[in-house]
């Protein structure tokens, strides 16, 4: 049986057709994680995402899915993931690859906040 990754619905799934919208238009931080549903570290770092938001509202939390918007990932330059950019009004300040805890990511956001 397949396991399936479970996502915040309070996540905005980020593809082509709506990343100007969500990303590039949008005011204040927005934290984007490339991640894919049979990744490991990918699960690991979604609870801390969560966590993460639920101590920062005041940080709009995405995600994409690299196998169903292949074109996004490639336009990042995606080679591993998770992958997690940072923007804030819109252009790309920071990011990580590859899994970090809670407290690295909030002080991820901290340094552009």
């Known amino acids: 049986m397949r396991e399936v990754m479970v996502i915040n619905m309070a996540h905005t799934m980020i593809t ?3 990343y100007e919208t ?4 949008a005011e204040g931080l927005v934290l984007l994680d490339f991640y894919a549903d049979w ?6 770092l979604a609870p801390e995402l969560d966590e993460a938001g639920e101590e920062r509202p ?4 995405c995600k994409s899915n690299v196998d ?9 330059g995606v ?3 998770p992958t997690v950019v940072l923007f804030k009004n819109g252009e790309a300040v920071d990011g990580f690859i590859g899994y970090r805890g809670k407290d690295e990511v909030l002080a991820l956001i901290d340094r552009h906040a």
């Open 22 to 25: 969500e990303i590039t238009k």
């Open 16 to 18: 082509m057709q709506n």
């Open 39 to 44: 990744c490991g570290p990918c699960k690991m």
């Open 68 to 76: 169903e918007a292949s074109d996004l990932a490639a336009q990042f």
């Open 58 to 61: 005041d940080v709009k939390i």
């Open 79 to 81: 080679e591993s993931i």
